[in-house]
């Protein structure tokens, strides 16, 4: 069974750069959402994604930015990085409208700003 | 303003003993998860409480739900060093505007047991 899968893994940027992280969901899910998770803190709501919409937004810039495909697979995007962007993000995926009962977690993205 | 508040923040135990961690909520909701999450990892999913008066139970670890009191309590009992780890409690609330969820999060509780 697949589960939710997140690429790439780790990821050092410079300030400036742009990134882009991506999602695969578990198999039969049709939403994404994406935190952001700070070192030492809990997870911060970024956006959510279904019908290839976002449909849910956090407290986050406009530099952050998202995308969902028909196969539901999902980006996140991040352009003039800061060094206060560091921090592992995590998607998780589930059926729109089932809230966290649902959600699979994927593995995160570590990513760096250098 | 939507809010979601743990107590303690960290914890440090020694084993063999009980504890409790309190989850604090801002507003009506009927939907609230237990998370572990260990350094450098994804979180792990422990309990799904949904309705009030759920009590949940898996080893060590036993999960409560008050939705009067918006409270939530995780219940350490003979603490050994494997359930060392950050727990976090999260709340889905509900958008009218779109019949969908929203999940809040605690800040975590930090817990360390010592043998």
């Known amino acids: 069974d697949a589960g939710v899968t997140q690429s790439p893994t780790h990821l050092i940027k410079t300030r400036g750069q742009q990134v882009t992280l991506r999602c695969s969901p578990k198999?039969?899910?049709?939403?994404v959402s994406w935190y952001q998770q700070a070192l030492g803190q809990g997870p911060q709501f970024i956006f959510q994604y279904y019908e290839e919409e976002e449909r849910q937004r956090g407290n986050f810039p406009d530099r952050f930015s998202g995308h969902q495909f028909p196969n539901y697979s999902s980006e996140l995007n991040v352009n003039a990085l800061l060094l206060g962007d560091s921090a592992l993000y995590l998607c998780a995926s589930s059926w729109y409208g089932q809230g966290a009962s649902g959600y699979t977690f994927g593995s995160g993205t570590r990513l760096t700003v250098v | 303003e939507l809010k979601v508040e743990q107590n303690p923040l960290f914890l440090s135990m020694q084993e063999g003993k009980n504890y409790t961690i309190y989850c604090n909520y801002s507003?009506?909701?009927?939907?609230l998860y237990w998370y572990r999450q260990d350094p450098g990892k994804s979180l792990e999913s422990l309990f799904v409480l949904l309705s009030n008066g759920a009590v949940k139970q898996e080893g060590r670890l036993m999960a409560s739900l008050d939705t009067k009191a918006r409270l939530s309590t995780l219940h350490i009992t003979a603490a050994v060093h494997d359930l060392s780890a950050t727990y976090f409690c999260a709340v889905d609330f509900l958008y009218p505007m779109d019949s969908n969820y929203q999940l809040i999060w605690g800040a975590g509780t930090k817990l360390i047991i010592k043998p």
């Open positions: 507003t009506t909701s009927d939907r």
């Open positions: 198999s039969g899910h049709d939403t």
